[in-house]
């Protein structure tokens, strides 16, 4: 069985490394461990992540452990998804959705 991940972590420390700096676009998952949405969703987010890997980022930020970046962005409902370009927030999508709903929602960043 293949366990490769293609989504990846950050915190409050690494963020504007990981996100901010990022050549890449970068889609952030803001999410916690006891959130059943967060959970749903995550196994379509590693899916983008594999299928996209080429010129999307998907990085995974724990809003109960990093209250820093959480504050900072104001992430009050989970899981809320950044799309960030050249270190700028250009779409935030609040919920979870079936994939090709999200793809839709993606799409301008995919091309």
């Known amino acids: 069985m293949d366990t490769t991940t293609f989504t990846r972590t950050t915190d409050d420390v690494s963020f504007d490394a990981d996100v901010l700096k990022n050549s890449k676009v970068t889609l952030v998952d803001f999410w916690a461990p006891w959130c059943g949405p967060c959970k749903a969703i995550a196994p379509v987010l590693e899916e983008i992540a594999r299928d996209h890997a080429d010129i999307l980022d998907v990085v995974k930020l724990n809003t109960d452990e990093n209250p820093a970046v ?3 962005l104001g992430i009050t409902s989970i899981p809320t998804l950044h799309v960030y370009k050249d270190g700028e927030i ?16 993606l799409e301008p960043f995919l091309a």
């Open 90 to 105: 250009v779409k935030t999508i609040v919920g979870a959705m079936p994939k090709p709903k999200l793809l839709r929602e």
């Open 70 to 72: 959480t504050g900072k």
